[in-house]
């Protein structure tokens, strides 16, 4: 991740959440049986981030319709406070 941050001048971040294990986001059209752990995301998120180059991001494929008792809503939100908090921490 940092040899492709040190190539470019901002990065706008997609988080497709279907990405994530379906036990921690149950809220998409198609779970992961496996997926990417929110810890890894997280630290993702944290590098890109840091580098102060992050220009945007968003969170994407959240469907209501399959979230069991808004686990998969709060896990957006986690993500989404995570992303903003370092937004306005590097502005």
Do not use: C
């Not at 149950?26 to 590098?47: H, I, N, Q, R, Y």
């Not at 969170?59 to 986690?78: C, W, Y």
């Amino acid at each position: 991740v940092q040899d492709f941050i040190d190539q470019v001048d901002m990065v706008y971040l997609t988080i497709d959440l279907d990405v994530l294990p379906a036990s921690v986001m149950p809220a998409v059209s198609a779970p992961a049986a496996m997926g990417v752990e929110l810890p890894v995301v997280e630290a993702l998120v944290t590098a890109i981030a840091a580098s102060g180059k992050l220009a945007g991001a968003d969170l994407v494929e959240l469907n209501p319709q399959f979230d069991i008792d808004s686990h998969g809503a709060k896990t957006a939100a986690r993500l989404a406070w995570s992303i903003t908090r370092h937004l306005v921490k590097n502005r």
